[in-house]
């Protein structure tokens, strides 16, 4: 018989992507919040208990980095504490556990992309909950994987291509930060090459393949750009596809200009070495992302 997964968050960017791309490791059993809320530690703990899974894979989290300043302690419970209940049944199950973490755990001071073994330091509410579930993963003993991710899309949800698409129809000017770098990587990419990992780590029925190969990685797409540099590619497609355009230019403007309650990273480049190294995969760079994603349309 298949071993079952346990899929949390199955209603975010990368959730929804993971539904389609574990299937073929076994049964997947894909709850969202409305099935189990991360914030019930004693409902969190029942549903995997009676699920059983031989693997869990969080992809559910308190997303919403601007909130989170003011609702500290439930961005706590849900990136902070959850994970850690999660980490604890599986490690009860001898199941496996794959936690998607954020490039939000650094400060972004760096003068290079970081790695894995570079100190965390967030800057935000948010950043310290998830750096917070991490920790708790790692030390509840289980055969574990914690990705670290960075700027993810999707043609669903809540998301920065999204809302570009909407104001570039409603507006003449968009004015968007240029002194923030990173990689935007699409969630079905990100869902891609889950699945491609936990395939070489033996998962979802081999746990002792997945204590030695786990860890931290990090897993975002290749390349870099600005918010700025994002918009204008976003903009560009949107031009190039027809598609109502109001605005005539993107101007590139400094943080300074769009105070936000969170502060966020200045350089959110995560470097990907250690998981090309560890498994051959390298997720391509954010541009041929982003073509990809966008051919699929509203569909996606
Ligand atoms: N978005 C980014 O730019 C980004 C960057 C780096 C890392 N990440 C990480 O990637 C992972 C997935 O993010 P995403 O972009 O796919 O986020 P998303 O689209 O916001 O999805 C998160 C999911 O978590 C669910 N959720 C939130 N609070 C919950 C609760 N209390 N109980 C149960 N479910 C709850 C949400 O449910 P509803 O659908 O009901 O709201 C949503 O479906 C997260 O770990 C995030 O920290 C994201």
Redo the contacts with the bound molecule.
């Keep these: 018989m298949t071993a079952p997964i346990l899929l949390?968050?199955?209603?975010?960017?990368?959730?929804?992507e993971l539904r389609r791309t574990l299937a073929p490791l076994g049964p997947v059993t894909a709850l969202?919040?409305?099935d189990?809320?991360?914030?019930d530690g004693k409902a969190l703990r029942k549903v995997v208990r009676d699920a059983a899974p031989a693997l869990i894979v969080?992809?559910?989290?308190?997303?919403?980095v601007d909130r989170a300043e003011k609702d500290a302690a439930?961005a706590q419970?849900?990136?902070g504490t959850?994970p850690g209940i999660l980490g604890e049944e599986a490690n009860r199950l001898n199941a496996g556990l794959v936690?998607?973490?954020?490039?939000?755990v650094f400060d972004g001071a760096a003068a290079r992309p970081y790695r894995e073994e570079d100190a965390a330091a967030p800057i935000s509410v948010?950043g310290k909950s998830?750096l917070a579930g991490e920790a708790a993963v790692a030390g509840s003993g289980c055969a574990h994987l914690i990705l670290?991710?960075?700027?993810?899309?999707s043609m669903r949800?809540?998301?920065?291509l999204l809302t570009i698409r909407r104001l570039a129809g409603e507006l003449d000017e968009l004015r968007i930060v240029e002194d923030q770098r990173g990689a935007p990587?699409w969630?079905r990419m990100?869902a891609e090459a889950t699945a491609a990992i936990l395939v070489r780590c033996g998962a979802p029925s081999d746990t002792g393949l997945l204590t030695e190969k786990g860890g931290l990685y990090h897993l975002t797409a290749s390349g870099q750009t600005s918010w700025h540099g994002f918009a204008e590619a976003i903009v560009d497609w949107l031009r190039a596809t027809g598609q109502p355009v109001r605005c005539r230019r993107v101007l590139a403007i400094p943080t300074a200009q769009y105070p936000t309650p969170a502060k966020r990273p200045a350089n959110s480049l995560l470097d990907c070495t250690k998981l090309r190294d560890a498994f051959g995969i390298a997720l391509p760079d954010w541009r041929d992302q982003l073509a990809l994603c966008t051919e699929t349309g509203s569909c996606g």
């Design positions: 949390l968050g199955g209603n975010g960017q990368i959730g929804w969202e919040r409305t189990v809320d991360l914030a969080n992809a559910a989290a308190y997303t919403q439930l419970a849900v990136n959850a936690h998607i973490s954020t490039d939000y948010y998830k670290r991710t960075s700027w993810v899309y949800g809540s998301n920065f990587s969630a990100i």
